[in-house]
């Protein structure tokens, strides 16, 4: 758990990005669990909300 608590307060933009990303996927499979969607569109759509938490993160620590 110490390793985790360095990693964190060396790097909290990417501990943030990890975070949320991990977050809303599991957001998003939950919701399209019942979609019938290919593999390609699922690694899309999972791609593009691994894209939008890294925006999140740096618009939110714009200074």
């Known amino acids: 758990m110490g390793r985790v ?3 964190v307060r060396a790097h909290p933009q990417l501990a943030a990005f990890g975070g949320l990303a991990v977050a809303m996927v ?3 499979l939950v919701a399209a ?3 019938a969607l290919e593999p390609g569109q699922r690694a899309t759509l999972i ?3 691994v894209a939008l938490a ?3 993160v740096w618009i939110i620590n714009w200074e």
């Open 26 to 28: 599991a957001v998003l």
């Open 47 to 49: 791609a593009s909300t």
């Open 54 to 56: 890294g925006l999140c």
């Open 33 to 35: 669990r019942d979609v």
């Open 5 to 7: 608590k360095d990693f």
